[in-house]
T-cell receptor
C-alpha cells in the first residue's frame, strides 16, 4: 500500500491570511485528489490533479501536483471561516481503491 | 438527490454485541466501499465491492463482514464488537472514469462507540 503524509497536522489562522498545506509520498501517483470534510459529514471532493506540474484553481484555492507526481499542495488565499475543516489528500491504490492521508485540520478564526 | 445514505448516525454497543451499518446509494454506481476514520490515521479501507455479488477485503477487514445483493445496498456487519472498533465509519460509492477520473461520494458517517 502506498502511503500519503500531510503537513501540518493542525493549522489555526486568522481570517484573511494565506496558507499552504502539503501532501507527500515516496511513491509516484497517477493522480491525487483533495477532499474537504466538515464536522459530522463525509469528505467532499474538491479537485483531482492528474498531470505532473499541473495547477488547478477553485476560487481562492490553488492546487498543484508536483513534477514527479509524488506530492501536491493546496494554497488558500485570504482564508475565510467557511474554509474551516479537515483537508484530506487521496491517491489511487490498487484496483479502484484509494489511499488517504491523515489530513490537515484547518481552523480559520473570524 | 439523496446520494449515499448511511444509518444509523450514532450507535453505542457493548463488547460482544453485533450490529449492521446500513448504506444505500441511488446513483447506480457499481463500486462501493467502507472506510473507518480514526484520529491521525485518515480513512482506512475495510471492504469493497465492484458490483452485486462481488466483495473483497481492504486494509483492515478483521471483525467485519459485508455482502452486496443489489447495486444499491452495501451493509457492513460487526460480528462481535470490540472497543478497538470504536470509530467513525463511512460508506462511499465511486463514479468511474470520465475526463476528471474517478470520484468518491461519501455518506455522512456512523459514529460508533464500543464500551
Amino acid at each position: 500500500t502506498q502511503l500519503l503524509e500531510q503537513s501540518p497536522q493542525f493549522l489555526s489562522i486568522q481570517e484573511g491570511e494565506n496558507l499552504t498545506v502539503y501532501c507527500n509520498s515516496s511513491s509516484v501517483f497517477s493522480s491525487l485528489q483533495w477532499y474537504r470534510q466538515e464536522p459530522g459529514e463525509g469528505p467532499v471532493l474538491l479537485v483531482t490533479v492528474v498531470t505532473g506540474g499541473e495547477v488547478k484553481k477553485l476560487k481562492r484555492l490553488t492546487f498543484q501536483f508536483g513534477d514527479a507526481r509524488k506530492d501536491s499542495s493546496l494554497h488558500i488565499t485570504a482564508a475565510q471561516p467557511g474554509d474551516t475543516g479537515l483537508y484530506l489528500c487521496a491517491g489511487p491504490n490498487y484496483g479502484q481503491n484509494f489511499v488517504f492521508g491523515p489530513g490537515t485540520r484547518l481552523s480559520v478564526l473570524p | 438527490n439523496a446520494g449515499v445514505t448511511q444509518t444509523p448516525k450514532f450507535q453505542v454497543l457493548k463488547t460482544g454485541q453485533s450490529m449492521t451499518l446500513q448504506c444505500a446509494q441511488d446513483m447506480n454506481h457499481e463500486y462501493m466501499s467502507w472506510y473507518r476514520q480514526d484520529p491521525g490515521m485518515g480513512l482506512r479501507l475495510i471492504h469493497y465491492s465492484v458490483g452485486a455479488g462481488i466483495t473483497d477485503q481492504g486494509e483492515v477487514p478483521n471483525g467485519y463482514n459485508v455482502s452486496r445483493s443489489t447495486t444499491e445496498d452495501f451493509p457492513l456487519r460487526l460480528l462481535s464488537a470490540a472497543p478497538s472498533q470504536t470509530s467513525v465509519y463511512f460508506c462511499a460509492s465511486t463514479r468511474q472514469g470520465g475526463g476528471s477520473g474517478e470520484k468518491l461520494f461519501f455518506g455522512s458517517g456512523t459514529q460508533l462507540s464500543v464500551l
